[in-house]
């Protein structure tokens, strides 16, 4: 069984292969990221089970990831309780958009996350995101 040290340090893998596949456009580590139950939250909708994960990353491409070129998600202050095989954690998120005219903020939140751990990775079991900031208006 690992230490705690070490899944605190897996948990934060997690998050930062989250967000670097997402930007990447590797959809497929991303939806990796998801246990087959897990349910995603404050994204404007909610997403239940890995099979409407996987559609919101199918779409995601054309629909967001095209229209904002440079798209970074910054995951700080992770904090995670674990507890055997299933964890809590939260942390705080920056959105923002880079480009040859330096560096826009999109909005910034914090994430309340479940995780469990499958087959001896941890993933998200349930990931819940609070907007401090609201996107821009759509023009």
């Not at 292969?17 to 939250?41: H, I, K, M, T």
């Not at 055997?84 to 954690?89: E, G, V």
Request: hydrophobic fraction near 35%; charge should be neutral; proline fraction near 4%.
């Amino acid at each position: 069984m690992p230490s705690q040290l070490e899944d605190k340090f897996a948990i934060e893998e997690l998050i930062a292969r989250y967000n670097q596949s997402l930007d990447g456009g590797d959809y497929p580590s991303w939806v990796a990221c998801w246990s087959d139950d897990a349910v995603l939250d404050g994204i404007g909708k909610l997403l239940t089970g890995k099979a409407q994960i996987q559609a919101f990353a199918d779409q995601y491409e054309g629909s967001t990831r095209s229209k904002i070129n440079g798209l970074k998600h910054y995951t700080v202050n992770i904090l995670s309780t674990i507890d055997a095989d299933t964890a809590r954690s939260s942390s705080y998120l920056q959105l923002v958009n880079t480009t040859d005219k330096g560096v826009k903020i999109i909005f910034t939140g914090r994430y309340e996350d479940d995780l469990k751990r499958v087959n001896g990775q941890w993933q998200f079991a349930r990931r819940k995101l609070h907007q401090d900031m609201p996107p821009p208006a759509k023009a």
